[in-house]
């Protein structure tokens, strides 16, 4: 049965902020924390999709993290749509999901899949310079980016926790720390991301699984209800 273009467009925002799947970290603790919810506000600065207007983008994405596992996800329509995005660190796998009027859908990328995947991202350069802010509470440090064709942007990013290499899957790989203000660019929609709470809790094991049911896709066939296929 084909797929709507509504929910499949929200699982762009999943990859893109792809890049983004970014654990917390908790300012003052050795370490840092290594099990929680950070939550992101999530603003559109510009839109030129053709498909997805803005007022039916999420306003927030929600990151949970346990064990070197991240799981970030965006829903919308009470929960009747929902895609996140699932990284192993310690394996080195990210997989995609999108759960759409009781159906599932999955794809899985493992570490040899991640050169292709990377080379994908815009192409970003950066330059770490002096200066901080506090971000949820949070010490961060600033770096400039400038992507190969666009304006040169500021983000932060903070080193306060105990997740290794935290952005090893996406064009923000350099940044060896979680973002905690950001900006993404997928499919013609230009986002701006910041953590706004984190939370220490328990989180379950279940959220970095994939379900059974699931119909596995190839990347290629994700990839393609990110444009907008059926």
Known sequence: MPVSRYPLILCTLSISVLCVFLPSCKSGKTGGVDQGVIEYKLEVIENNN?????????????TRFKDNNMSQELS???GMFSTSFISDFN???????????????????????????????PKLTFQFVEGS???????CKKALVRPENGTAYEIYYTDEISIENPNFYNAYAPVKGVLMDFQVTRYNIRMHLTASKVTSES????????NAQAKMVSIDEMNSYFNGGN
């Open 133 to 139: 802010k506090i971000i949820a509470g949070y010490n």
């Open 50 to 62: 053709p498909i997805m207007s803005t007022d039916m983008l999420p306003g927030t994405m929600t």
């Open 76 to 78: 919308a329509g009470m």
């Open 91 to 121: 394996h080195k796998t990210i997989a995609q999901t999108l759960s759409m009027l009781g159906k599932q859908y999955a794809c899985k990328v493992d570490s040899s899949g991640l050169p292709e995947l990377i080379s994908k991202e």
């Open 203 to 210: 989180v379950s094991d279940e959220l970095f699984t994939l």
